[in-house]
């Protein structure tokens, strides 16, 4: 092998090797990025799956004369726009990171600059204990609509409020909103629709 054959070699050696580097680097980087999406994909379908979870095991029950089923409609009127303003209390036999034999689940939009937890948070509070914790469940929401379905006096509708201590709603669907541009993950720009067990 002459040294002209073994330069040429190492040249075409050293070409192949920096291209399959680059190749391999853009496939290390591809499945980075597909990783993160799959994270967050996983993140945002288990937090409407607990918000489904919590709100099918909805029960009635009363702690200190307070009803704790309770929607409210209500709206926050900004500058631009007006926003669902929804706040929702319930009892749920679900689990929860705070207990397994009942929790009291307070959903609502925090908008505070102060508060750790923004957009959609859910604070739980063990029903016959002292563990609390509050759960940032998406950042981006900035509004809440809830609807409480009915099925009192014979006719299936959609109500926005609902408060009562004998009564649940037959289901719950949650629609939530961001502040334009919208910047929703698109897992959360569906409502979520919850049949709730109890009230059967």
């Known amino acids: 092998m002459t040294l002209l054959e073994l330069v040429v070699a190492l040249a075409i050696t050293g ?23 799959a994270s967050r994909l996983l993140r ?50 679900a689990v929860t990171p705070v207990g397994r034999n009942g929790t009291i689940v307070h ?41 409480f379905l009915t099925g009192v006096l014979g006719q299936r ?3 926005k409020s609902w408060v009562s201590t004998s009564v649940l709603p037959t289901g719950v669907r949650l629609a939530v909103s961001a502040v334009p541009p919208d910047s929703l993950p698109p897992l959360w720009r569906f409502p979520i629709t919850a049949s709730i067990e109890g009230s059967r």
Request: cysteine-free; aromatic content about 8%; glycine content about 8%.
């Open 157 to 159: 509708q959609w109500v």
């Open 15 to 37: 070409i192949a090797v920096s291209g399959g580097y680059a190749t391999f680097t853009t496939l290390m980087d591809r499945r980075d990025a597909a990783a993160k999406t």
């Open 44 to 93: 945002h379908s288990t937090a409407r799956a607990l918000l489904s979870e919590w709100l099918a095991s909805a029960r009635l029950t009363i702690e200190a004369d307070e009803v704790v089923f309770r929607g409210i409609d209500g709206a926050t009127r900004g500058t631009a726009t007006a926003l669902a303003d929804d706040d929702i209390v319930f009892f749920t036999t």
């Open 107 to 147: 959903l609502y939009v925090d908008r505070s600059a102060e508060s750790p937890e923004r957009g959609l948070v859910a604070e739980l509070r063990e029903f016959e204990g002292m563990r609390s914790a509050r759960m940032e469940l998406e950042a981006g929401v900035a509004g809440l609509d809830a609807q």
